[in-house]
């Protein structure tokens, strides 16, 4: 996951990172320590590389105690657990450069919709089918923000996003789907309160969604579970 995110934190239209910043020296999984360990520092400059230090491991970590402990049970378990493994990298992307890149959005897409219907041949169909169009109308939701209010709305990335976070939480039912949104979007307005306050932002400033569609919908499935 700290190599997807170390890979991708470029701002658009740049390539994919292949090293470290500072001396160019090639970072991968053939090289993967220390550059790809918690310290997260190039093994040649000892300059820091990719997400700060100790965070991806912590959002690992924290992510498996979660499903071992509190989530949610069943066939859909495969679906969430796939969904993580994509979407914690693009969270750490997102933070970095404000954007969710397609090379980790529409994977998790794709893998959760097919593993929820792999679900599904053992549970009622309608699942599915509600799960499907969960995630499409909150995506099309989202594009149509982005499309219409432009930077004022959000991202085309939130809305490729959506398209996995609706049908996970969809599959639970709709009031499942409604109660993500609101803690989504409520956690998001707290936040922006706060900085707004002690003055780290101004009303112009703009903040990455990512981080709270990720908490809103791990939220709402533990509390659903």
């Known amino acids: 996951m700290r190599l997807a995110a170390l890979r991708h934190a470029v701002p658009p239209g ?37 997400s700060p230090p100790g965070t991806v491991e912590v959002a690992v970590l924290a992510a498996a105690v979660l499903l071992a402990f509190g989530g949610p049970s069943g066939g859909a378990l495969p679906a969430l657990i796939w969904w993580l493994g994509w979407t914690i990298p693009a969270i750490f992307v997102d933070v970095a450069v404000h954007r969710l ?53 959000f991202g085309l990335g939130d809305a490729k996003l959506a398209l996995s976070v609706g049908a996970l939480l969809a599959w639970y039912g709709w009031p499942v789907l409604l109660f993500g949104m609101l803690l989504t979007f409520g956690l998001s307005a707290l936040v922006s309160l706060g900085l707004l306050v002690t003055r780290r932002a101004n009303w112009s400033s703009h903040l990455p969604f990512g981080p709270f569609l990720l908490l809103g919908t791990v939220a709402a499935l533990l509390l659903a579970s």
């Open 101 to 153: 890149p397609d090379r980790l959005t529409l994977p998790a897409a794709a893998g959760t919709w097919l593993l929820l219907g792999v679900a599904a041949l053992d549970a009622d169909p309608g699942h599915w089918l509600r799960a499907v169009l969960g995630g499409t109308g909150l995506a099309l939701f989202f594009a149509s923000t982005a499309l219409l209010l432009g930077r004022r709305g």
């Open 14 to 50: 740049l390539p994919s990172r292949a090293g470290c910043d500072a001396c160019g020296a090639p970072v991968g999984l053939t090289r993967p320590w220390p550059a790809l360990g918690p310290a997260a520092r190039c093994g040649h400059c000892r300059a820091r590389v990719g």
